[in-house]
């Protein structure tokens, strides 16, 4: 059984299966279900999915949105009201067509692959006056895509689970402010709690959400230095509020058109990168804070084995105020076996508690990042688990920072671009004309790259010429493999 | 604004235009989406269901069960395992047929009414031995049956909010404790969280969940004396286990079927009684637990704006490590005006504050419940509040079992039954041979009271004759019509 459940694949050796098996034998996922595309997301993975809604929601909340629920069904006419947004989704839509026993509806309904314009004709009606606005309003929900690539548990998948945030302002500076409100609200979760960081893109024309002004999308990497787009934020301006009549008279007695953004973090890509970017040949790396246990108390049995349980559930009781902490008491399995599960499971602090700890008043503490196994008094157990659980925080994103910032290059000619993109990975800065053309053209010449789009965080000038066809550069921007 | 905001029926007058009214100007839920039968659960209704799924959530998690989260598509080969679970659900499903231009799928795919038929699928691959067993998992989520009978919000739309909990075990005995647990739960959340009273029944034969041994249903009453059905709770046998091939190797080393239960709270209903039995001719009444503000501070602006919002702001900070505290800033609106929508929203507790309450050290206190206004020491005002929303959730609760017992009748002759049903509702006890056709002619007889079955929570012996054909009776069950 033991060996059974370790991970066979080393991650630097190939990335691609380790991350299958660790979702697999982690019990994060499961592809065997019935349908093609759709994946079932088990206990383990929901309850460190839970805990990232949660650090969104409360975000949101604090910032003012306010959580409703839409139906998930959406009449085929909603979806033409705005034209580039149903060409765009269209061919990915499930369509419910009948009910009960064969009965054809009067019209086709999508399952959403996106909520605007499901949202957007209430919004028509609930927005009057400049006292509705802003209106900040999200949900927690599932949505439903058909795509073609191939399934891959958390990256990609039919169905997936996230937020969409949909906001309407009064002028276009207020919904800018919200675009950078959603940038900070990513930073404030994605990078801080969740350990994943990365730069927020302003897509180029030819890349952007159907139907926006502009799209700004989060994009991270994976350890195989593949780029994985994490939010994305639009400002819809108002080619939404046009064809789905969202006005307000204003304070100048004035009708005017409602500004509008839309923000969607998906919950479940965000462990994809939660499980990449910190696992290890062991398995699991979870950062403390969407660890649904922190500490795992493993009680070694020796002939006395009601004090040795006493001692733990002592010792949890002490913990358990400020620490999610639990202790594994199955007698079926012995404390080795327990170590690599628990590990396999990516839970950031072990703490064995055996006769001879209870006769030297200590306990042993393992971390799961750093495999240090130290001895720590008793008396200052709980204190000391907190301040090393903060510790295994910080080197997590510490380690993601780095290595990210190691995956940041920069390219001067086509030929040095395709070396980066073939050999390192990650995002190289090159001058582009902006030419769709010259788009094309790289992406074929570096077997794929993509152009990202312009840093949102900094303004970088164009100086020099297009990397690809010499003429005079438009903008910088910066060229990756995706998922 | 103030005129329309307010509710212009009596609850006691019309109990369904009130329940619509109150619905509808409390912001909780909007009819007018453009799917027949879909609401849209706006954010005041989203957030107190967010509060009693927590409630829900934190109880089944604290028993040992898992959240997990299912595919919503659900194959049709799937259903027709189960004979009787096919034919009682088909008439209701919604079919997804097609995907992107029109593109036929292989295999229709069933929106799910309930997931017994995509959850079972994978346990027969999660369950191998005993060491797997007992299996508890739940999913949040939400469910779509495409119903005839009238939308109502809450009480019945083709999309509703709930959990469903499907347990394995490896005995028929550790099964029927599942059973009690799922009212324990229903105990403990909806009776004394929720403050809604109930009887658990066991459903008569021709009344079973499709596929189920026994169905036990939690039966509570709208303020019109008509039954709701809250959450019910079902002995599954080994009916699923053996079309869905649920097998495990027992300690004896034999291989055995799992027994099954399963568990559905409704939220999205339970919210339908929350509205119901609680509110009054001003709105709604949130019990303290459920309430998304507990205590809504409204100052009373004089000449010194900037003080008076220093010291509601002093007090909310003093407030809010343990009571979910807001203070009514707009400036559009006076205080009367914030008063009554307050009220209709349903919050608590209204702490009012201007300059000659600051100058006396007081603030006022303004029970949701009682109307009652008390003057409270500033210095008390933290520890009062808390004792004040202690006593409204009792009072709340109080109330609604009062209501509960008081229409718990007793019928010897099918005249008195008749009599009762029609003047006063609720629940009438009597005496019944179990025959299908004694249950239709009662029903017939008091144009639409049915059996509800046997109470659980306590034994009832039959002496005497059926109620109906006068025939030996077999049970002692209770009548009423039913929403």
Redesign the interface.
Known sequence: MSEQMGITVKKNENFSEWYDEVCQKAELS?L????KG??????WA??I??LMYEFLEKELQRKGH??????????ES?FHLESKHVEGF?????????????EKLEE??A?RPTSET?MY??YS??IRSW?DLPLK?YQRC?V?R?EGKATRPFIRSR?F?WIESHNVFSTKEEAMSQVKEDMEITENTLHKEFGIPFIFFQRPEHDKFPGAIHTYAADSLLPDGKIIQQPSTHLLGQNFSKPFNIKFVDKDGKEKYGWQTCYGPAVSRMMASVISIHGDDKGLILPPRIAPIQVIIIPIFADNKKYVLKKCDDIKNELKAYIRVEIDQRE?YTPGWKFNYWELKGVPLRMEIGPNDIKNKQVILARRDTQEKTKVREINVAETAKVVLDEIQKNLVEKADKFFQKHLSESKSIEELKKIIKEKGGFAKVNWCESVGCAEAIKTETNGGDIRGIRFDKQEKPIGKCVYCGKDAKSVVYVGKSY
Chains 1, 2 share one sequence.
Not at 32 to 35: A, E, I, S
Not at 38 to 43: E, N, S, T
Request: charged content about 25%; overall charge positive.
């Open positions: 499961d065997r279900y019935n349908v759709f994946i079932v997301f088990r206990p929901t309850r999915m839970n306010e959580p409703a629920l839409f139906p998930a069904l959406i009449p909603n269209t061919p990915e839509v499930f369509w419910v067509t009948e009910r009960g026993k064969g086709k309904l399952l499901a004709k209430m009606l609930w006292r309003i599932q439903w058909c169905e689970h079926e």
